[in-house]
Structure formats: C-alpha cells, structure tokens
C-alpha cells in the first residue's frame, strides 16, 4: 500500500542521527530494551490471536509471527550473555505509551482490529528502521550482520500488519487511517528526548 512518506518503510520522520551515535555507547542498555521489544511484540500478536480466535487470516498470518518474535527474543538474549550482561528490568516505553493514545477507542469489531495491526505495523516499522541504522553504523561487527538479519524480517512483518487490515477494512479507510497514524507517529518522534538506552 502506498502513503506519503520521507522513508522507505513510510515513517514521516526518520530517526535523528544522534541516536545511533548514543546507541553505538550503550550496547547493553539497547539489547536489554531490544529483547523486551521482542517479548512484547510476540505477546501483542498473542493477544490478537486470542481476541479474534475466528479470523482464519489473522491466525494463519499471526501464529508464524510469534514463533519468529520469540526466537528475536531468544537471540537478543543470547547476545547479551556472549558480551556478560544481564537481561535486567524492563523499561518504561514511552514512545509506544504516546502511541497508544492514537488508537481509536469504539467503532466495529473490524474497526478496532485495524486499529490495533496499524498500531502493530508502526511499531514494526519503526523497529526495522532502527535495526538498519545499527546494521550500517554499529562498531561491533557481529551485531552488525545480527541487526540485518533482524530488519529483513521486521520489514516482512511490517507488510503482514498492513496486508490484514485491508482483509478486514476497506483499503481506502486503511490508507486513510495508516495516514494518520504515520502523521502522529511524526509528531511524538518529534517530542521525544533522543535516547540510546531505547530501541524506540
């Protein structure tokens, strides 16, 4: 689906540039953050799962995915314990928080479930753009070849999201609404504090 955009994956705004420099300093604060992203990204696709039971597509589409989030988690924590580091507490996630406040309460059953595959698609997007970064500009050169493994399939999850809300949803109220996600997802971006210590 098409939707005006400054990036390849659609995002409005692409990250600013000193993330990485600040990631690049903070290895273990942004794997510890990364492998919670993970977790949560299989848990929120569980939840669909759970919430939509009779949506063959959804099942069919979804079930692969929390396979494949749980293994990211897996690796992620893998990759701390190479380099002596703990998985640590998990961290508050603002910037999902503010996005959260964008998804649509009311509406049809339909209507709520593209809400919530937009509001999965953006994070995967996001996601697989700050995977890109690391990939071209980390020092460490395994979690370079790591990252582009990773943003190869975040990128495929990204189209899953977007390819189940027009199963569910018209495509014109989908490009519409993806609109609109993409426009506050630009604005929050933009009010954030530049953090390394976060993947998002």
Known sequence: MEAKSK?????????????????????????????YCEQKAASSCISLIMLYPEREKLLE???PVVAE???????????????????GRQRKDEYVARLNEVVRKGGSRNQQLVEK?????????????????????????????FYYE?????????HNF???????????YVKVRWNEFLEAEA?????????GDRMH
């Open 187 to 195: 604005a929050i971006m933009k009010s954030l504090t530049v953090r």
């Open 7 to 35: 990036t390849t994956l659609g995002l409005e705004l692409p990250t600013d540039p000193r993330w990485t420099d600040i990631a690049n300093m903070q290895i273990e604060d942004i794997l510890v953050d990364h492998a």
């Open 69 to 87: 989030e749980w293994s990211h988690f897996e690796r992620v924590v893998e990759q701390l314990k190479k380099r002596g580091f703990g998985l």
């Open 117 to 145: 595959l937009l509001l999965n698609a953006l994070i995967e997007a996001r996601s697989c753009e700050r995977f890109k970064l690391l990939h071209k500009h980390i020092a460490d050169e395994e979690l370079k070849k």
């Open 61 to 63: 589409m979804l079930v």
């Open 162 to 172: 977007i390819e189940l809300a027009e199963e569910y949803m018209p495509k014109d």
């Open 150 to 158: 990773l943003m190869v399939s975040e990128a495929g999850h990204y």
